[in-house]
């Protein structure tokens, strides 16, 4: 029998057994199945991207790259952890990572010349995302006793807003490295013309 062959056979087997256990096991009370994990797990996602982007950052001999890859990589671990307003981050999330995106593309296409521009507005990114943290950090308190429950309901259309102004900030600053890219690109040609 060939090596597929004794997999497939091997496939059945162990198929058929579980169909064995089923049945003998029909009338007692079974464990819960752990639930599959849901199609809204994009944090996850998310946060092998940007660990595997911070660790080819390190490379990199900036040390504000490394620090924008890196709290990117916290931000992520934060959120990870958050129960509320998740779904809210999604977007920040997104263009976050869209930005981290550019620079490490900006890098590999123009060498240290791309990341010397980057400089003030990887720090600008990098202030805006420690702002982000401490909120993410205030989400993940659990409340205590009713009075923090109440709290809680009352405040959360604050959080929300206060999550779109951050998701603002992340939009003008992904503009701001767009911009600088496309002419630091635009120019790239521009000498390769003459």
Same mark, same amino acid.
């Given at each position: 029998?060939?090596?597929?062959?004794?997999?497939?056979?091997?496939?059945?087997?162990?198929?058929?057994?579980?169909?064995k256990?089923?049945?003998?096991?029909?009338?007692?009370?079974?464990?819960?199945?752990?639930?599959?994990?849901?199609?809204?797990?994009?944090?996850g996602?998310?946060?092998?991207?940007?660990?595997?982007?911070a660790?080819?950052?390190?490379?990199?001999?900036?040390?504000y790259?490394?620090?924008?890859?890196?709290?990117?990589?916290?931000?992520?671990?934060?959120?990870?952890?958050?129960?509320?307003? #998740?779904?809210?981050?999604?977007?920040?999330c997104i263009?976050?990572?869209?930005i981290?995106?550019?620079?490490?593309?900006?890098?590999?296409?123009?060498?240290?010349?791309?990341?010397?521009?980057?400089?003030?507005?990887?720090?600008?990114?990098? #202030?805006?995302?420690?702002?982000?943290?401490?909120?993410?950090?205030?989400?993940?308190?659990?409340?205590?006793?009713?009075?923090? #429950?109440?709290?809680?309901?009352?405040?959360?259309?604050?959080?929300?807003?206060?999550?779109?102004?951050?998701?603002?900030?992340?939009?003008?600053?992904?503009?701001?490295?767009v911009?600088?890219?496309?002419?630091?690109?635009?120019?790239?040609?521009?000498?390769?013309?003459?």
């Open positions: 029998m060939s090596a597929s062959g004794s997999t497939i056979a091997r496939g059945f087997t162990s198929s058929a057994k579980r169909s256990d089923r049945t003998r096991n029909k009338g007692q009370a079974q464990a819960p199945k752990s639930p599959p994990k849901p199609a809204s797990d994009w944090v996602m998310f946060l092998l991207t940007a660990k595997t982007m660790a080819a950052a390190e490379c990199v001999p900036f040390p790259v490394k620090g924008v890859f890196g709290t990117v990589v916290v931000l992520l671990e934060s959120i990870e952890k958050v129960k509320k307003n #998740r779904e809210d981050l999604k977007e920040l263009d976050t990572l869209e981290t995106t550019i620079i490490r593309d900006q890098i590999l296409a123009h060498g240290d010349t791309a990341a010397v521009k980057f400089m003030s507005l990887c720090e600008d990114l990098e #202030r805006c995302l420690q702002d982000i943290l401490d909120a993410v950090k205030s989400l993940q308190k659990e409340p205590k006793g009713f009075r923090d #429950r109440f709290k809680e309901i009352i405040n959360s259309s604050s959080t929300t807003e206060q999550i779109a102004g951050y998701q603002n900030k992340i939009r003008t600053l992904r503009s701001d490295f911009l600088t890219a496309t002419m630091d690109t635009n120019f790239q040609v521009l000498l390769s013309r003459k």
